[in-house]
């Protein structure tokens, strides 16, 4: 089971931690990404983290923005987002997949069939 925290309201140019608790998931055998949806919009990949594989992605309208990392002994997966503007708004999940699993993609977000429940940001102008 995946469990998002750590959403909320914010202004634009302020920051939020999101959290995703995997206790489930061995971090070396599986990737955990962070997807979003805005309203009206297509679910998006945000960043994606897969210590078996050494990766940390970040998808280009985040870069130099978000920062993702990982605490094994925590868990937990964290996004750091910073100078949050409004289009940033949206249902943030956690996602996992198998990495053992040769159709799991991180650098493309694809695979992934675990979710969490997702956490709302939203940033005001």
């Known amino acids: 089971q995946l469990a998002e925290s750590g959403g909320g309201l914010v202004q634009a140019g302020g920051s939020l931690r999101l959290s995703c608790s995997a206790a489930d998931y061995a971090f070396d055998d599986y990737a955990i990404a962070w997807f979003r949806q805005a309203p009206g919009k297509e679910r998006e990949g945000v960043s994606c983290i897969s210590r078996g594989d050494g990766i940390i992605y970040h998808a280009d309208f985040v870069k130099g923005r978000f920062t993702t990392s990982a605490d094994s002994a925590k868990e937990t997966i964290y996004l750091q987002m910073n100078d949050l503007t409004p289009e940033d708004t949206g249902v943030y999940y956690c996602?996992?997949?198998?990495?053992?699993?040769?159709?799991?993609?991180?650098?493309?977000?694809?695979?992934?069939?675990?979710w969490g429940q997702g956490t709302q940001v939203t940033v005001s102008s």
């Open positions: 996602a996992a997949a198998d990495i053992t699993t040769p159709t799991t993609i991180c650098t493309s977000f694809e695979a992934f069939d675990i």
